[in-house]
């Protein structure tokens, strides 16, 4: 048995992750504390977390006593009630704030535990809209390859990666259609933008045509695509996927679970391409993590023909939840935080940009706090790094007191929005390191 050195419990009785097991048996990294945009490991070696918590929720940073407190107190007033037939306060104003800073006319809610739920939530309430006017035969859903949108069986039936989480538990639902993503750097047309046209825009009418569009619900996709590294489509895209959703009566639901509540540098990452979505997910920045929490936001119109949403976890709506998310909400506005993250993440690009010396660094792209390198073993060809090459770099990095993580052939970068450039140009020296001694050896 493998004893944790805090000698706190067992690190091999855990189940972790997407964690191979012989990592688990050499002793995996336990961490213990966080403050600010650092966290703390049971050795009390310091590391900057550039994308935190890995998987990137925790916009306001570590240590904020308030959300505890609004917890705290929220725990002591109503831990629990349930969401069906009964409302409860937190979630009432949380419903009422999210109204305020979502896109245009996302006016109605319903919170999950996290970003998987809440995409399930989105094709449920979708296909509940459909069925509920009559429409009883829209099921399918179209998706993007590269396309992360969770974990669940509903969500992997909507995964565009190739990834052992999907595969192994094939068969999932049916009827998810899928189209190319806007990937202008290795373009799957190997078309180059501006003259390609937006074929990947456009082409999903074809599809849609050969896949009947009176069986299409919803189409879903991340404003700016986790898969590839942060990728931002060029700014006519998703005008051109709405007007093709509203050509065939079909749902644009956008995934806001990574880049809502500031990511981008605005509130969510839609807006910087001034489209209105049907639905939209969250989840991550909502809670900044400090308590698991996802949401589904709708259109009045999209509610409009369901008079009782079929739908039903025991968590939904939770009060506590509800509490701390109001309060990392009031934070995030009282500090400017989404303002911070565009400022600070153009900061960061330019840094980044500085990096693409390297003859193995292909593109660096990055909107707002989220940014990425696309590796390349090629300038000419783009080829891709191999993945472990990348890997080395994650590891070299940790070493030296950096935390940051993979994203397919890229390494991403999603700080705490509360970053500042002592921070950023400590970051980018320790990864110029990092990517010298990976291209030395
Ligand atoms: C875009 C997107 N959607 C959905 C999810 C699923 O969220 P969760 O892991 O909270 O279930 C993720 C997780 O990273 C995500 O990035």
Not at 29 to 56: C, H, M, N, P, W
Not at 119 to 127: G, N, T
Not at 301 to 319: C, S
Request: charged share 25%; glycine share 8%.
């Amino acid at each position: 048995m493998n004893k944790s050195k805090t000698g706190a419990g067992s690190d091999d009785r855990l189940i972790l992750a997407r964690t191979r097991r012989d990592r688990i048996r050499e002793g995996v990294t336990v961490i213990t504390k966080g403050e600010g945009v650092r966290v703390f490991d049971q050795d009390g070696k310091s590391y900057i977390d550039l994308v935190a918590g890995v998987t990137r929720p925790v916009h306001v940073g570590y240590g904020r006593k308030e959300i505890a407190q609004a917890a705290y107190d929220q725990m002591c007033e109503l831990p629990y009630f349930t969401p069906m037939e009964f409302a409860n306060l937190p979630a009432m104003k949380l419903a009422d704030a999210l109204s305020e800073i979502t896109p245009g006319r996302i006016n109605q809610f319903f919170f999950v535990c996290d970003g998987s739920e809440a995409v399930e939530s989105a094709i449920k309430l979708a296909r509940h809209h459909h069925h509920n006017k009559g429409d009883k035969k829209r099921y399918k859903i179209i998706s993007r390859r590269g396309a992360y949108h969770g974990t669940t069986v509903g969500a992997l039936g909507i995964l565009g990666t190739v990834l052992p989480m999907r595969q192994i538990m094939e068969p999932l639902s049916s009827g998810t259609i899928f189209v190319e993503s806007p990937y202008c750097y290795r373009c799957p047309f190997r078309l180059s933008y501006p003259h390609c046209d937006l074929l990947c825009a456009k082409d999903i009418e074809r599809i849609i045509q050969f896949e009947d569009p009176e069986q299409i619900s919803a189409f879903i996709g991340e404003p700016i695509q986790q898969g590839f590294g942060a990728y931002a489509p060029p700014k006519e895209y998703w005008k051109v996927v709405r007007e093709i959703c509203d050509r065939y009566g079909i749902l644009l639901i956008v995934d806001e679970v990574i880049c809502g509540f500031g990511r981008t540098g605005k509130w969510f990452g839609i807006e910087h391409y001034d489209v209105q979505p049907d639905l939209i997910t969250m989840a991550k920045g909502i809670s900044s993590g400090y308590l698991p929490l996802g949401a589904v936001g709708c259109t009045d119109e999209v509610m409009e023909p369901i008079e009782t949403f079929h739908h039903l976890h025991t968590y939904a709506n939770h009060p506590v939840s509800c509490a701390a998310a109001l309060k990392n909400i009031e934070i995030i506005k009282r500090e400017n935080l989404v303002e911070n993250s565009s400022k600070m993440g153009t900061y960061f690009l330019e840094g980044l940009k500085s990096l693409e010396a390297h003859p193995t660094v292909g593109e660096v792209r990055g909107t707002g706090l989220w940014t990425a390198i696309d590796f390349t073993v090629n300038k000419k060809t783009r080829a891709p790094f191999p993945p472990n090459r990348i890997i080395h770099i994650i590891e070299r990095a940790k070493k030296k007191g950096l935390i940051i993580k993979t994203m397919g052939q890229a390494l991403e970068f999603a700080p705490p929005l509360i970053i500042q450039k002592e921070e950023i140009d400590e970051a980018l020296k320790i990864l110029d390191q990092c990517i010298t001694e990976e291209e030395k050896k």
